[in-house]
């Protein structure tokens, strides 16, 4: 069996099995705001170039799962709640190591770092694409494109079941964890793909000297859309420096 999807709640998940010999190892992705999972399908799948990771992740063994997550939840309580139900059906239901790897993307990368912070022992080592760390950050950034703005302010609003009209307000004042204080060895790919993300590139540069100065384990690779074959290698040479100790 390849695949195999399945309901927790109201959410579908996926997992897909190695091709080969399992290592022991798991792999949980969380999606930017266009991933989804239903009972048939999921982006990872119709992607081509998420696809072709989750062959090569599959290849080398590795056991990946995810969940809808709610669709686009923005890192809300409930879809932290959920990621954290998965984990702990996937090592109950399967032989893994209880030390999983995280990969997120954009989005994804909010209930990435919480989960970082609230299961630290359970966490091996993270991979994100192109995240975004601030969930207050991203909506400054938003303000100046009015329509992007009151869009985002309604998924926000959704996610976190509040009006609308008081999201700004209360982003700012909502606690939000750093990168740096989980301690996890992460690794960030960013992808210029367009000109938001040069602009990003940039903040993300003044973010890295900061780790570097700190002398954290938060790596930074940049990647050209014309050179994304390459990153599957980058993921399964990051994860196996971090499989020594099981």
Known sequence: MENRNFQLDTEWNMIHYPTQQPNGFGI???GDDRHFVDANNSFWVQNEGKKSIIDSLRNE?????YSNLYGKNWGSERSIMMAKRLYEHMIRSEILNPKIHLIAEGMGALVAIKLMMEMKENIRSVVLFNPILSLNEHLEEEKEHKFFFKKLCKEI???YDKNAKFIPDFIKE???HQLEEAGTPSKIIHILHNGKSYYQSQL???RTR???QEQLPIFVSYVLPEKRSAIPRQIIRFFKQYEKNL
């Open 157 to 159: 609003a959704s996610a």
């Open 174 to 176: 909502m606690k939000e």
């Open 28 to 30: 949980l992705i969380i």
């Open 61 to 65: 063994g590795y056991t990946i799962f």
């Open 210 to 212: 900061k780790w570097d």
């Open 204 to 206: 993300l540069k003044e």
